[in-house]
């Protein structure tokens, strides 16, 4: 499994663009990158997920370059309700079975007035 | 879609004592379940992947004779904390994933242990 690489915490106001980066150099060519939310005492829930270049949802977007060993999470205009803890992990989706998610240490993000 | 429940929400019991934390796939059947552990301020530590019809897999250093696994259906996986002490409080979660559906694991929404 891709070891994964994201700053401990990030501040920032709300109705700014927050931008999150996740380094994986060990990514391998099958894996996918995935990002969580975290609210205190609640699951993750998935946020985005993609394999290269760009994908958007309604709620983020995520850049992946040609290399493939980082990722940039980015959030639109972050509100109050966006403050959580952001996580990247990187591995396979397998068809037979399913790959065991690792998480590292995550980003908590803390967004103010 | 994609719903995986978990409960009790939180629960609060007596060192020596057991306690049954359940996951439930609402809406679909999945043959694979993982059991997490979260500490306050810090990440989720995976325990172990819960196997429908078989025994499941413990990572390095969980006690598998403490917490027993059971998964007996392809929509209901039990973690059962036996003989709790203060040290096994926690935040518990489970988490699964839809063969059927193109996104990631849904996660339950967590049990918070408290041994006194």
């Known amino acids: 499994l891709a070891k994964t690489t994201q700053p401990i915490s990030m501040d920032s106001y709300e109705g700014q663009e927050v931008n999150i980066t996740c380094s994986h150099n060990?990514?391998?060519?099958?894996?996918?990158i995935t990002w969580y939310q975290q609210f205190p005492s609640q699951g993750p829930r998935f946020i985005i997920q993609?394999?290269?270049t760009k994908v958007t949802n309604e709620v983020a977007s995520l850049f992946i370059p040609a290399d493939r060993k980082s990722s940039t999470l980015s959030l639109p205009r972050v509100s109050l309700s966006d403050t959580a803890v952001y996580y990247c992990?990187?591995?396979?989706?397998?068809?037979?079975?399913?790959?065991?998610?690792?998480f590292g240490t995550g980003t908590r993000l803390l967004v103010s007035p | 879609g994609a719903v995986v429940s978990q409960h009790p929400s939180w629960v609060i019991c007596k060192s020596g004592t057991s306690v049954k934390i359940e996951c439930r796939s609402l809406?679909?059947?999945?043959?694979?379940m993982f059991w997490y552990r979260q500490f306050p301020k810090q990440s989720l530590m995976l325990m172990a992947t819960?196997?429908?019809?078989?025994?499941?897999?413990?990572e390095q250093g969980v006690e598998k004779d403490k917490f027993l696994i059971n998964h007996a259906s392809l929509t209901l996986s039990t973690l059962t904390v036996t003989s709790a002490h203060p040290e096994d409080s926690s935040f518990y979660i489970c988490?699964?994933?839809?063969?059927?559906?193109?996104?990631?694991?849904?996660f339950g929404s967590g049990t918070r242990l408290t041994v006194v």
């Open positions: 819960s196997n429908e019809g078989s025994k499941a897999t413990y």
């Open positions: 060990n990514i391998a060519t099958n894996d996918y």
């Open positions: 809406d679909f059947q999945a043959t694979t």
């Open positions: 988490s699964a994933r839809d063969g059927t559906r193109n996104y990631g694991y849904t």
């Open positions: 993609g394999y290269k």
């Open positions: 992990l990187v591995g396979r989706l397998m068809n037979t079975g399913f790959q065991k998610l690792v």
